[in-house]
């Protein structure tokens, strides 16, 4: 299966920083938030990536290249390690780019994939959402696609104060943590839905998408709304989602960010002890 990584979108949210750097490109340890979801993309058995950038966004292409120069210091450097690490990312899949010419939403950016996805299935991983468990999230929706046949959403669960800022889920559980959609509501009031099932940025579409977003109109903000191109398919088609169980992070807030940075740190064993001693140390300080 093939997968479409929208990372056009301007990153208003984490400014200054990202005038003139993609947020994408926002460092979670040593690695670029974008790489980890290529990474999911590759675990999960696609190889074939499409990245759908903007103006501003050439650091992501130039990160998944090769860097001839870099890779012959290293070597001569004898950083062999490093270079290991340079040319796994650089070999990771075969990457294509294109690019949305306007930001117009990410239900534009994904139809800006229709011609590299021709009349197949393919996965959408949010450039910008970081999703952590054993079996990887894109990994979970293929399965019962390739099960179903249908259109899989990821979904979590969301506080009540924070149901504005997603695409809400209504449905019916038709086994564990899988439920039939019924309804998709795009950043509703909270008093306006019962459901707090959230939307997260990975998602495995029938090519029946690309019909519902060509005939979408401009939704909040003026922007074509994946979330409308969805309900529309409800209509015509089943529609599932995934409760996913593990971890997201949303990488252009700033404080999903930060945490982000300390969880993972926490995890690698280089840094684990030395973490928890600065921490302690900063929260007895207080």
């Not at 860097?67 to 001569?76: A, F, G, S």
């Not at 259109?151 to 009540?160: D, H, I, N, W, Y």
């Not at 064993?269 to 900063?282: I, M, N, S």
């Amino acid at each position: 299966m093939k997968a479409v990584i929208p990372a056009a979108g301007l990153g208003t949210r984490f400014l200054p920083y990202t005038k003139a750097q993609p947020k994408e490109m926002l460092p979670v340890l040593d690695k670029p938030a974008i790489q980890y979801v290529v990474e999911e993309a590759v675990e999960s058995g696609c190889r074939e990536i499409l990245i759908v950038t903007g103006r501003g966004k050439r650091a992501i292409e130039d990160h998944f290249d090769r860097n001839v120069e870099l890779e012959d210091y290293l070597r001569r450097q004898d950083k062999l390690k490093e270079l290991e690490q340079m040319l796994r990312v650089g070999n990771l899949a075969n990457i294509m780019y294109v690019r949305q010419k306007e930001p117009l939403g990410l239900g534009h950016a994904v139809s800006c994939a229709e011609q590299y996805v021709g009349k197949e299935p393919f996965a959408v991983l949010l450039g910008d959402d970081i999703c952590i468990d054993g079996d990887p999230c894109t990994k979970q929706l293929i399965n019962v696609f390739e099960k179903r046949n249908a259109t899989v959403l990821a979904v979590q669960e969301v506080p009540r104060n924070k149901i504005s800022s997603y695409g809400i889920v209504t449905g019916s559980k038709i086994g564990e943590n899988l439920y039939r959609v019924e309804d998709i509501i795009e950043k509703p009031s909270p008093d306006k839905v019962k459901s707090n099932l959230a939307t997260i940025g990975r998602y495995v579409f029938t090519t029946g998408i690309f019909e519902k977003l060509k005939t979408a109109k401009p939704g909040i903000g003026g922007e074509i709304q994946l979330t409308d191109a969805v309900r529309g398919l409800l209509k015509g088609e089943e529609v599932l989602a995934v409760h996913f169980k593990g971890r997201r992070y949303d990488i252009g807030d700033k404080l999903s960010w930060l945490i982000a940075n300390i969880e993972l740190a926490a995890e690698r064993p280089e840094l684990k002890e030395a973490l928890a001693a600065v921490l302690k140390d900063r929260t007895h300080r207080r």
